[in-house]
């Protein structure tokens, strides 16, 4: 069973950085975790892709709105996905998940079959 467990939310101000972490247990790679992603959710909205990797290439895709400032990693020596971001505005300001399945997609949550309990960001102006 693979675990995840996200850290290192917090509260920023406008332009300030943050970089979260996902630890995961239990991952072998196979064809029904391939990819791992973050995620994000803000209060009254629906569950949005933020960052995904595509873990055997390493190749990596980003939401529009996040383009430039935030960067995703994996660090196989602490089993951890990362997710560095930089310049955070105050629309950046929701709960961030850490998420693994099959299909490397950003525009739907369903295909992903583990889910951290998230860590929360707030960004002030």
């Known amino acids: 069973q693979v675990q995840l467990v996200e850290s290192g939310g917090g509260s920023v101000q406008a332009g300030g950085s943050l970089r979260l972490s996902c630890a995961y247990s239990?991952?072998?790679?196979?064809?029904?975790?391939?990819?791992m992603a973050w995620f994000r959710q803000a209060p009254g909205k629906e569950r949005e892709g933020v960052a995904v990797m595509y873990v055997a290439a390493g190749t990596t895709s980003y939401a529009d709105s996040v383009k430039g400032r935030f960067t995703i990693s994996r660090d196989n020596a602490k089993n951890s996905l990362n997710l560095q971001m930089n310049s955070l505005k105050p629309e950046d300001t929701a709960m961030y998940y850490c998420?693994?399945?099959?299909?490397?997609?950003?525009?739907?949550?369903?295909?992903?079959?583990?889910w951290g309990q998230g860590t929360q960001v707030t960004v002030s102006s």
């Open positions: 239990g991952y072998t790679y196979s064809s029904s975790n391939r990819c």
């Open positions: 998420a693994a399945g099959p299909l490397c997609a950003l525009s739907r949550a369903e295909p992903y079959t583990y």
